[in-house]
């Protein structure tokens, strides 16, 4: 059995089929491999999961060839590993996830006296309070929250080890009240969304891309006790070729229940999966516990994300922010990149070539690399709404 979860000597397929799908190949792919512990920056493993404690890794993050070998540990285990890992202490100072809190619980009451009943995925609707696109919600609300919620090294060094520069960031907030039901096992976006008669429709190889086309996260904003519900895994399965149609089967779903990992979370810790990876947010049996996690659902800048944000408009409510930050030395450089990064697009297409050719180049200027230039060379914040509104035009049809 390779890492795909094929068998050495069977034929190449182009297609797969739920009925083809074998419980015996899927537990073959989840025994763990000599590698799957020889862990360089990892601090500890927990029922096969990597830990990694972000307070010893902060000059890894600053360094540029020990950012790059954290990377590639990471990268690996969320290929080939356990597929799955938590960054302990992620945010150290967890004052801008209180922060982020207060102005998702304002937006969770609006939405609920408004009337709204959210839907969610994998469980009954209303079951939880869901916060849709609370990315572009957040930094259009608390633009000053958002700086320094996302001026963080460790989400932007995960993320760019699993989808490199330019991805975009998304995010709902999910609060599991004390009773909340436990999602079904699943995989996630994007053939995780498809019914098995549609994940049939694509071939072999699309199955095997589309985990690399997104990176699931969740940032504890309360401490979550095993009690509480937080997320149930199965590490190694996200190697299982067939998983986008098996997970959908009871017999597959019996062996997650059976097997799964589950881990407490502190306040302020991050878990990171690869979204081929089984898994399900368990049930809350406490009777006051509030689990509410930042649920990122981030993009490569190839793949399409989930949520539409209005990233200019984003941009505008940012940028006096990061303005101000940085003439006042309140923040880092680095830090407003990685701010920056969860904001704006990264990728210049698609745009209209005729109207936003690649002058100097093979590519037009990003709304990213536009939002650099300008803190850069301190434009005034009119000047720079301004040349948001105006390459926006330009790329519009």
């Known amino acids: 059995m390779n890492s795909t979860g094929q068998r050495r000597d069977a034929p190449a397929r182009h297609w797969y089929r739920e009925q083809d799908c074998s419980l015996q190949d899927f537990r073959s792919v989840l025994e763990p491999q000599k590698e799957d512990t020889a862990l360089r920056f990892a601090s500890d493993i927990c029922q096969h999961v990597p830990l990694y404690d972000c307070r010893e890794l ?101 993320a760019e080890a699993w989808l490199g520069p330019h991805f975009q960031m998304t995010s709902q907030v999910n609060v599991v009240r004390p009773g909340g039901e436990a999602q079904q096992a699943h995989r996630d976006y994007h053939l995780g969304f498809q019914t098995a008669a549609q994940a049939e429709r694509y071939p072999c190889h699309v199955h095997a891309m589309s985990s690399f086309l997104t990176l699931q996260g969740a940032v504890a904003h309360s401490d979550m006790p095993v009690e509480s519900g937080p997320t149930k895994l199965l590490p190694f399965s996200q190697r299982y070729a067939e998983g986008y149609l098996a997970w959908r089967r009871q017999d597959f779903r019996d062996y997650f229940e059976a097997h799964y990992a589950q881990l407490p979370l502190e306040k302020g810790d991050a878990l990171f999966f690869n979204p081929a990876l089984f898994h399900a947010a368990g049930s809350n049996r406490t009777t006051s516990v509030q689990r509410m996690a930042n649920l990122l659902q981030i993009s490569s800048a190839y793949g399409r994300a989930m949520e539409s944000l209005n990233r200019a408009r984003m941009s505008e409510a940012l940028y006096p922010v990061l303005l101000e930050s940085l003439a006042t030395s309140t923040m880092t450089q680095a830090e407003a990149d990685a701010a920056i990064a969860s904001c704006a697009e990264g990728y210049p297409f698609p745009t209209n070539l005729d109207k936003d050719p690649p002058l100097g180049g093979l590519a037009p200027e990003s709304q990213q690399s536009l939002f650099s230039r300008a803190l850069r060379e301190r434009w005034p914040a009119e000047r720079f709404c301004a040349a948001v509104r105006e390459q926006g035009d330009r790329r519009e049809a």
């Open 58 to 158: 902060r000059g890894a993050f600053e360094n540029v060839s020990r950012r790059g070998e954290l990377q590639e540990e990471w990268g690996a285990v969320l290929n080939r590993g356990a597929g799955v890992l938590v960054l302990k202490e992620a945010y150290a100072d967890t004052s801008p996830v209180d922060e982020a809190t207060k102005v998702f619980e304002s937006i969770i009451e609006e939405e609920r006296e408004a009337g709204g009943a959210a839907a969610d995925h994998f469980a009954k609707a209303g079951a939880n309070d869901r916060i849709w696109n609370a990315q572009e919600k957040l930094c259009l609300r608390a633009p000053s929250v958002f700086a320094r919620y996302y001026a963080n090294a460790a989400v932007l060094a995960i």
